[in-house]
C-alpha cells in the first residue's frame, strides 16, 4: 500500500436525475425527455430516459448497494422538472417532494453523504419554448427561485450542494455543436447563454447565502469539466491559440466561479467580435460577491490545441474555433468506445492550477471514468464483469491525483462516472461506465469487479 490519501476522502460515485430515475410521475419534460419524444431515432438504438436505471422505484436497494461496495458519498441532481409543478410560482410537487426526501434520508440512514446538483442539463424544455432558455433572465431568475425552495426543503440534512453540472457542455450542446436539443448553431446566443449561466449559479449562491444555509454547515459548489489545453509545440501561435481554448472551455465558468470575474482577454474577443453578452453592473456585482465554496471538476479528457492552419468557415457565423484547430495528436492513448483520449497525467495539471491559480480551494474530482461497449463479454463463470480496463483506469488517475495532493492541492476526494450504468444523452445505453452493471432486458444490477476492488480501496483510505 503506498498511496493513502487525506483523512475522510470521499470515495464515491456521481450519477444525475435525468440520467437514473425514469420520467416515472414527473409534471414536467426536459429538454431531452421531449427530444425523445419527437425524434427517438437520434437516440442509440432508440433507447430514451423513460425507464433509465429504474432509480426511481429501486432507489433504496441500489443505494445499499453503493453502502456494499464502500462508498461514502454519492451525487445525484434533482430535477426542475419533478420537483416543481408550477415553474413561475414554483409551487412545488408533492412526489418530488416525498421522492427526494425519500433518497436523501436513506442515505443519510446508511452513512452516505448526499451532494445535490440542481442542473444536469434539464432544462424544463417549456421554459425554452416560451422564453428561450439560458439566452432569457428571467429563466435565470426561475432557476434561482428553484434552487431556493430546495435549499428550503432539504438544506437541514443536504449539506454539500451544486447549482449546475459543466454548464459548457449546456453551450456546447444545445448552441454550437449540436448534440443537445434545440440544436443551435449559433455563437453570439452560445455567449449570452454562457453569462446567464454563470450569473443563475450566483444568484443560486446568493440564496443559499441570504437562507442562512452556510451558517447551518452547509456547502455550495459548481461542477466544471476541465479540459486542460495542451499546444501542439511551444510556437507562439500554437501557445495562443491553446489560451484561447482555454478561455473559452474551461476560464469562461471557472473564473467567475471561484474569482467573481472573466477572463479579460475573452471578453475582450467577445467585444472585438460584436458577440459579446448583455449585462449589467448589479449582475456582475452579484457573480462577483457570490463565488463558490468548493469546486467539483469532471475530468475525463485534455484538449490538444495547434494554431488554425485551414482558414476559419464562416459559414456558421461566429465560433470559438476561429482562433484555434483541434489537434489530432499522433501515438495518444485512447478509449475507443468513446472516442476520448486517455490522458491520467493531466489530473497533476488540474491539482496544480488549482492550487496556484484558483485559491487553493477545496475541490473533489466529482467525475472521472471509462465508457465501454460490450462489457457483458467480460462476464466470468459467476456473473461478474472482469473490468480490469476500468481499476487500471482509475488507478492511473487517482496516482496522478495522489501527487497532485502531496504537492499541496486541496482535494478532498474521487467520485467515478458513475455508481450503476446508466442511461446517457444521445448514447442512452451503449457505452458502460459503473461499478455496478445493469442488464436492461432482466433488470438485474451486479457488482463488477470493479466494484468489488472499490471496496477495499475504500476500507484502506487507499491502494
Ligand atoms: C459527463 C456528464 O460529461 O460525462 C454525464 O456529466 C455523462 O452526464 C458523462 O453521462 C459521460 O459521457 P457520455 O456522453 O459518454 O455519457
Known amino acids: 500500500m ?8 470521499w470515495w464515491g460515485a456521481a450519477t444525475s436525475g435525468p440520467q437514473c430515475e425514469g420520467r416515472f410521475n414527473k409534471p414536467h419534460k426536459n429538454v431531452f425527455d421531449y427530444w425523445f419524444d419527437i425524434e427517438p431515432n437520434k437516440f442509440f438504438n432508440e433507447v430514451g430516459p423513460n425507464v433509465a436505471s429504474n432509480f426511481y422505484n429501486s432507489y433504496e436497494s441500489d443505494l445499499e448497494m453503493l453502502k456494499e461496495i464502500g462508498l461514502n458519498s454519492f451525487r445525484t441532481s434533482m430535477q426542475w422538472t419533478r420537483l416543481i409543478k408550477d415553474l413561475e410560482t414554483c409551487e412545488v410537487d408533492k412526489d418530488g417532494v416525498r421522492f427526494y426526501n425519500a433518497v436523501i ?43 431556493r425552495k430546495a435549499f428550503e426543503l432539504f438544506s437541514d440534512r443536504v449539506k454539500h450542494w451544486a447549482t449546475f453540472n459543466e454548464p459548457i457542455v449546456i453551450i456546447e450542446g444545445q448552441y454550437l455543436y449540436k448534440h443537445h436539443y434545440p440544436c443551435v448553431v ?8 454562457s453569462y446567464n449561466l454563470a450569473l443563475a449559479s450566483a444568484k443560486a449562491i446568493k440564496e443559499f447565502r441570504d437562507l442562512g444555509c452556510d451558517k447551518n454547515g452547509g456547502k455550495i459548489s459548481t461542477i466544471l469539466n476541465l479540459t486542460p489545453s495542451y499546444p501542439r509545440s511551444n510556437s507562439e501561435e500554437d501557445i495562443k491559440a491553446s489560451n484561447i481554448a482555454d478561455m473559452f472551455f474551461n476560464r469562461m465558468f471557472l473564473d467567475p466561479a471561484v474569482h467573481g470575474t472573466f477572463p479579460e482577454k475573452l471578453v475582450e474577443i467577445f467585444k472585438k467580435d460584436n458577440v459579446m453578452w448583455e449585462c449589467n453592473e448589479e449582475e456582475n456585482n452579484i457573480i462577483k460577491e457570490n463565488t463558490v465554496d468548493y469546486l467539483g471538476v469532471n475530468y475525463y479528457q485534455p484538449s490538444r490545441i495547434m494554431a488554425r492552419e485551414i482558414e476559419f468557415d464562416k459559414i456558421n457565423g461566429w465560433m470559438p474555433e476561429k482562433y484555434f484547430e483541434r489537434y489530432d495528436m499522433p501515438g495518444k492513448r485512447i478509449n475507443p468506445h468513446r ?16 492550487r496556484d491559480n484558483y485559491k487553493n480551494i477545496p475541490w473533489y474530482v466529482s467525475e472521472n471514468g471509462m465508457g465501454v461497449e460490450g462489457e457483458s463479454k467480460f462476464k466470468n463463470a459467476e456473473g461478474i464483469i472482469e473490468d480490469d480496463y476500468r481499476i487500471e483506469f482509475i488507478t492511473d488517475h487517482l496516482k496522478w491525483l495522489h501527487k497532485g495532493i502531496e504537492a499541496g492541492t486541496n482535494c478532498f476526494g474521487y467520485h467515478l462516472w458513475t455508481p450503476i450504468d446508466c442511461w446517457s444523452w444521445n448514447n442512452a445505453y451503449k457505452n458502460r461506465y459503473g461499478f455496478i452493471s445493469l442488464d436492461l432486458e432482466t433488470k438485474e444490477k451486479t457488482i463488477k469487479k470493479s466494484g468489488h ?9 487507499g491502494f
Open 105 to 147: 434520508d436513506k442515505c443519510l440512514s446508511l452513512g452516505i453523504t448526499p451532494v445535490m446538483n440542481l442542473h444536469h442539463f434539464d432544462l424544463p424544455v417549456e421554459l425554452y419554448e416560451k422564453y428561450n432558455g439560458w439566452e432569457s433572465k428571467h429563466v435565470v431568475d426561475l432557476f434561482a427561485k428553484f434552487a
Open 2 to 9: 503506498n498511496k493513502i490519501f487525506p483523512k475522510d476522502f
Open 186 to 193: 449559433n455563437g453570439k446566443r452560445a455567449v449570452q447563454a
Open 339 to 354: 472516442g476520448w483520449e486517455i490522458y491520467p497525467e493531466a489530473m497533476y495539471d488540474v491539482a496544480i492550477n488549482i
Open 453 to 461: 476492488w472499490m471496496k477495499e480501496v475504500s476500507k484502506n483510505n
